[in-house]
């Protein structure tokens, strides 16, 4: 047993399986990686392994960082109490976030995790527009709780899931490789015009039917239905009709935001400097693992939600220490010029990724800005069949090599990169080298084209079940 270990990898699994709830899901579940420390983007197991982190879009500035930790160990040591009495760092950590978007989303609510901010921009939106239809995006996942499983096909589609609310519309993503009008029938323009129409359509729909345009809820570009890049023009064209409507317009950033996309701290940018969602919503990377999350909106919005009378308390969200943690994880994205990493490395991978794509067929498409990237595996190039089978096999074998890699989309079959921003040219390139032997293996060995033709003829579930946990495997955000 190594010495950071309480207990042996066998009794860590015991214990786990005795008390803790079976539908807590781990990564590959057959045999789950036990990590006990980690630096930057590398993550050591018991033995004292190594991994390379791909997967980690929480410890946005590299794991362990001490700027990170000292500030949190210092706060830790002289306060930390409830959001009810004045602070400084609070207030000055609005002020720098809010000075890094456009100038009208200028106030915070201080939360503690994604779900609870996403849960929060809900009511926010019905306060302010008085209405209650929500217009989500196929495949989308916005968080664990009720009024967020409401929202997430993701989760309400599956098993365990009750299906689709009255007051939820479901709008297709707007996915130009595989999703309802490709890049194979339409120019970028157009793809953008016609997915934005289907959300005017639902607009129309909820207005007809007497719910009302609430919001719009949907990630900047989105991550659990396959590392989807919006065609350019899709926001301009859906904010207009969803505000025309009634509407108001929410962009999760939980996962895209932070400057994961290397150009812009902020993912919907992307899409134009004209582009002002009314709420945004932050998570995972705010503050490097530690649990704290917001809500940003403009001042209007938030005193509607203030008119309701209702106080909005929150124990834990904004506290000194989850503020002085924040302020620390925005000083070294500044300081470490991490959004420049973002964009070089990223980059470079995105080459590296299409030089594979030229030597594997079974590579689809490539896509992704900065350090949110995703692989899309295919049976065939023409007719893209999702390769799902085939990307639960290279997890595996990756995972055998170490690195960790997650796979995403509605087949499961898109390999999703999302490292801490502090991913080097030398992991990339470690990556790269070991992506390239596992779809070489693949191709080469008939042995394993024969078990993945088997494996093929499972379900997705089955065929994902490595990575999730099992049989009749529900999809697992990460
Ligand atoms: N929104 C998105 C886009 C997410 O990916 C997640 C988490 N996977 C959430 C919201 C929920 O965040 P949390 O798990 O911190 O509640």
Redesign the pocket.
């Known amino acids: 047993m190594c010495d950071k270990e309480q207990l042996s990898k066998k009794e860590t699994i015991a214990l786990r399986t005795k008390h803790i709830g079976p539908s807590c899901k781990l990564f590959f579940w057959s045999d789950p990686v036990k990590i006990i420390q980690a630096k930057g983007c590398y993550m050591y197991d018991e033995e004292g392994k190594r991994y390379l982190d791909c997967i980690n879009n929480v410890c946005h500035v590299g794991h362990c960082h001490p700027h990170v930790v000292s500030a949190a160990t210092k706060q830790m040591a002289v306060l930390n109490t409830n959001s009810r009495f004045l602070h400084d760092s609070l207030v000055l950590y609005a002020e720098r976030l809010t000075a890094t978007f456009p100038p009208k989303l200028n106030v915070c609510f201080f939360v503690n995790?994604?779900?609870e901010a996403?849960d929060l921009a809900i009511r926010i939106a019905q306060a302010h527009t008085g209405n209650k239809d929500i217009i989500t995006l196929d495949h989308a996942?916005?968080?664990?709780v009720i009024s967020l499983i409401d929202i997430s096909p993701y989760k309400f589609n599956h098993p365990g899931g009750e299906g689709q609310r009255d007051w939820v519309h479901v709008a297709p993503v707007p996915d130009s490789y595989r999703g309802k009008y490709t890049d194979k029938e339409y120019t970028t323009e157009e793809l953008a015009e016609k997915y934005a129409d289907d959300v005017k359509i639902f607009c129309e729909k909820a207005n007809r039917q007497g719910g009302g345009v609430c919001a719009f809820f949907a990630?900047s570009m989105q991550?659990?239905g396959g590392q989807i890049v919006y065609p350019p023009g899709y926001l301009r064209r859906v904010y207009k009709h969803v505000r025309a409507a009634g509407g108001v317009c929410v962009a999760?950033e939980?996962?895209v935001g932070f400057g994961r996309v290397g150009s812009h701290l902020w993912a919907f940018q992307l899409q134009g400097d004209d582009i002002v969602p009314d709420i945004v919503t932050l998570?995972?990377p705010m503050g490097n693992g530690h649990p704290v999350?917001a809500v940003i909106t403009t001042r209007e919005i938030a005193e509607s939600f203030g008119a309701t009378g209702m106080e909005y308390f929150n124990t834990f969200g904004g506290n000194p220490v989850s503020a002085a943690i924040a302020n620390a994880v925005m000083d070294v994205i500044e300081n470490e010029k991490l959004m420049e990493n973002a964009t070089n490395v990223g980059n470079y991978l995105k080459e590296e990724f299409n030089k594979l794509k030229n030597k594997h067929v079974i590579i689809g498409d490539v896509r992704g800005h900065g350090m949110f990237l995703g692989v899309d595996l295919v049976k065939n190039r023409e007719t893209r069949e999702p390769a799902t089978a085939e990307a639960a096999y290279v997890n595996k074998r990756l995972k055998e090599k170490f690195i960790l890699l997650s796979n995403d989309g509605p087949y499961h079959n898109v390999l999703k990169f999302k490292s801490p921003l502090v991913f080097s040219v030398d992991d990339a390139d470690e990556l790269i080298q070991k992506l390239d032997e596992v779809l070489c293996e693949m191709e080469e060995s008939e042995n394993v084209i024969a078990n993945i033709g088997k494996a093929t003829q499972l379900t997705i579930g089955h065929a994902q079940s490595e990575m999730n946990g099992g049989a009749n495997s529900i999809p697992l955000?990460?």
Request: net charge negative.
């Open positions: 995790s994604g779900s996403n996942y916005h968080g664990h990630e991550s659990c999760d939980v996962q998570g995972k999350s955000q990460v």
